[in-house]
């Protein structure tokens, strides 16, 4: 009787049973229950019902001279009263009310998000990177391969030329080598990528001011140094460039197992995200 009450007058009033739970803070599960006639509400939960149904609460209860204040005495005294948790806060995210402090995942912006729906979105972003990190082993395979075989091209050309086995010698080794550098760029997860632009970022000095008159002299003048220093400061970025790679190239022959083997065993671990 008391359900069906509940399940009419819920109804009349446009609510679906989360909203009318989170009015009287409980759980949808509660309310749901309530309708079905497998738990009665406390007395407590029905007088608020009436504030928030606005009937008398013998309509609620299908009987005839209820009082709110004088029932509310009785059932804290002599009934059992369903104990009503607090509620810190509504999920951000799946929208449930949060009863226990542990339940909170995280806060941000002044939204708290349950454990649950952080551990899934830690969970998903977890996913992502590894599905990156299998994406730039396949292109690192794939640009690294492609270098390594136009380097042994040319070395088999140089060889057919001159006749010495010199030439596929030193396109093997720049090749090995190139394939190491551009792999260990393209996985993410060492410190080649990061040192090559480095050393690249050293070729950009600044240049000292220039002194000149206000007439045509001092003009070309002006315009001849600029041009210098913008000469001198290409050559030396060009040259810091080259460095750069170089020395990645060199280091990157022995850094790369390593890197292979961290992104197959730990692809989720990475620096950059191609």
């Given at each position: 009787?008391?359900?069906?009450?509940?399940?009419?007058?819920?109804?009349?009033?446009g609510?679906?049973?989360?909203?009318?739970?989170d009015?009287?803070?409980?759980?949808?599960?509660?309310?749901?229950?309530?309708?079905?006639?497998?738990?009665?509400?406390?007395?407590?939960?029905?007088?608020e019902?009436?504030?928030?149904?606005?009937?008398?609460?013998?309509?609620?209860?299908g009987i005839?001279?209820?009082?709110?204040?004088?029932?509310?005495?009785?059932?804290?005294?002599?009934?059992?009263?369903?104990?009503?948790?607090?509620?810190l806060?509504?999920?951000?995210?799946?929208?449930?009310?949060?009863?226990?402090?542990?339940?909170?995942?995280?806060?941000s912006?002044?939204?708290?998000?349950?454990?649950?729906?952080?551990?899934?979105?830690?969970?998903?972003?977890?996913?992502?990177?590894?599905?990156?990190?299998?994406?730039?082993?396949?292109?690192?395979?794939?640009?690294?391969?492609?270098f390594?075989?136009?380097?042994?091209?040319?070395g088999?050309?140089?060889?057919?030329?001159?006749?010495?086995?010199?030439?596929?010698?030193?396109?093997?080794?720049?090749?090995?080598?190139?394939?190491?550098?551009?792999?260990?760029?393209?996985?993410?997860?060492?410190?080649?990528?990061?040192?090559?632009?480095?050393?690249?970022?050293?070729?950009f000095?600044?240049?000292?001011?220039?002194?000149?008159?206000?007439?045509l002299?001092?003009?070309?003048?002006?315009?001849?140094?600029?041009l210098?220093?913008w000469?001198?400061?290409?050559?030396?970025?060009?040259?810091?460039?080259?460095?750069?790679?170089?020395?990645?190239?060199?280091?990157s022959?022995?850094?790369?197992?390593?890197?292979?083997?961290?992104?197959?065993?730990?692809?989720e671990?990475?620096?950059?995200?191609?």
């Amino acid at each position: 009787m008391i359900g069906d009450n509940i399940k009419r007058l819920r109804m009349e009033k446009g609510m679906t049973q989360k909203e009318l739970a989170d009015k009287l803070f409980v759980t949808a599960q509660a309310v749901s229950r309530w309708e079905n006639g497998e738990v009665e509400p406390s007395v407590s939960t029905v007088a608020e019902m009436t504030r928030i149904f606005n009937v008398p609460g013998d309509v609620i209860l299908g009987i005839e001279g209820f009082n709110s204040q004088t029932e509310t005495v009785v059932e804290t005294k002599y009934v059992y009263q369903e104990q009503v948790k607090p509620v810190l806060g509504i999920c951000g995210s799946c929208h449930n009310p949060i009863y226990e402090k542990e339940k909170i995942g995280s806060q941000s912006r002044g939204n708290l998000y349950c454990k649950d729906c952080v551990d899934k979105r830690d969970e998903t972003e977890k996913q992502n990177t590894i599905a990156k990190a299998i994406r730039r082993r396949k292109l690192s395979f794939f640009l690294g391969g492609l270098f390594l075989a136009i380097a042994l091209i040319v070395g088999i050309s140089n060889t057919v030329e001159t006749h010495s086995v010199i030439g596929v010698l030193e396109g093997l080794l720049v090749g090995v080598i190139g394939f190491c550098y551009i792999s260990c760029c393209l996985l993410g997860n060492n410190f080649i990528g990061e040192m090559t632009l480095t050393i690249f970022s050293w070729g950009f000095v600044k240049m000292p001011g220039v002194i000149f008159t206000l007439d045509l002299d001092g003009i070309v003048w002006l315009l001849t140094v600029k041009l210098l220093f913008w000469i001198l400061g290409f050559a030396l970025a060009i040259f810091f460039l080259g460095l750069g790679i170089v020395l990645g190239g060199i280091l990157s022959i022995f850094v790369y197992p390593f890197a292979l083997k961290k992104n197959l065993k730990h692809p989720e671990l990475s620096d950059f995200n191609l």
